[in-house]
């Protein structure tokens, strides 16, 4: 994959250059500032971005608003968010726009290489990553819609898996319920959603953005 990269960490950024590289990506701009990075998003197009949210020279959400301006010229550019907190307001922002590919993983619960490329290839294939502490915190601010609190308990948590990136068979091994139960409780979700079937639909990316945008 060809891969943007914005961090503004010199060790961070070069660990992880080096990481994607020995694993045969290319990293094609490695930056440390939003307007570089905006820059480098139209310039190179790359497959994926992987972004720090606060980048100089506030420091605030420098890295968000080059993606969202990015956005808007490559709608379907995949994005994995990276942070030290648990930023829901970002997330929803990132979510709003309704493009597919799109992750926000918190840097201190990255535990190995191999769980964050998996969360770099999930977004890039238009999926997405959700790390569950800040899907927890977006979903306390759900409890009110209507459509979201027709879910049962099980469908909710079923969701929060989809929202992580699994597969039914996943899902069915952390939860200790069979796939076809799981396959069940996505069919249910799909419909209290109001996502119909569509070939040109990616419907569990859709239930999740509609789960968690605002």
Same mark, same amino acid.
Do not use: C
């Given at each position: 994959?060809?891969?943007?990269?914005?961090?503004?960490?010199?060790?961070?950024?070069?660990?992880? &250059?080096?990481?994607? @590289?020995?694993?045969?990506?290319?990293?094609?701009?490695?930056?440390?500032?939003?307007?570089?990075?905006? *820059?480098?998003?139209?310039? $190179?197009?790359?497959?994926?971005?992987?972004?720090?949210?606060?980048?100089? %020279?506030?420091?605030? *959400?420098?890295?968000?608003?080059?993606?969202?301006?990015?956005?808007?010229?490559?709608?379907?550019?995949?994005?994995?968010?990276?942070?030290?907190?648990?930023? %829901?307001?970002?997330?929803?922002?990132?979510?709003? @726009?309704?493009?597919?590919?799109?992750?926000?993983?918190?840097?201190?619960?990255? =535990?190995?290489?191999?769980?964050?490329?998996?969360? &770099?290839?999930?977004?890039?294939? @238009?999926? =997405?990553?959700?790390?569950? $502490?800040? &899907?927890?915190?977006?979903?306390?601010?759900?409890?009110?819609? $209507?459509?979201?609190?027709?879910?049962?308990?099980?469908?909710?948590?079923?969701?929060?898996?989809?929202?992580?990136?699994?597969?039914?068979?996943?899902?069915?091994? @952390?939860?200790?319920?069979?796939?076809?139960?799981?396959?069940?409780? &996505?069919?249910?979700?799909? =419909?209290?959603?109001?996502?119909?079937?569509? *070939? =040109?639909?990616?419907?569990?990316?859709?239930?999740?953005?509609?789960?968690?945008?605002?």
């Amino acid at each position: 994959m060809r891969i943007a990269l914005a961090e503004d960490h010199f060790l961070l950024r070069d660990g992880l &250059i080096r990481l994607l @590289g020995a694993h045969g990506h290319e990293v094609v701009a490695a930056v440390d500032n939003g307007g570089d990075l905006l *820059d480098a998003l139209v310039s $190179e197009r790359p497959d994926v971005a992987v972004v720090d949210v606060r980048l100089p %020279p506030t420091f605030t *959400d420098e890295g968000l608003r080059a993606v969202l301006a990015a956005r808007e010229r490559m709608p379907d550019l995949p994005v994995l968010l990276l942070s030290q907190y648990v930023e %829901p307001l970002y997330a929803r922002e990132l979510l709003a @726009g309704g493009g597919r590919g799109v992750g926000y993983m918190l840097k201190d619960r990255v =535990t190995n290489g191999a769980q964050f490329l998996d969360s &770099i290839r999930r977004v890039a294939e @238009g999926g =997405t990553a959700m790390d569950a $502490e800040v &899907i927890s915190k977006l979903l306390v601010r759900k409890e009110r819609d $209507e459509a979201v609190g027709s879910l049962s308990e099980r469908e909710r948590e079923v969701l929060e898996w989809v929202a992580q990136g699994r597969s039914n068979a996943g899902i069915a091994q @952390g939860l200790f319920i069979s796939e076809k139960a799981v396959a069940k409780h &996505i069919g249910n979700i799909f =419909t209290k959603l109001g996502l119909l079937q569509a *070939d =040109t639909d990616n419907r569990r990316v859709l239930a999740v953005l509609a789960y968690l945008d605002q």
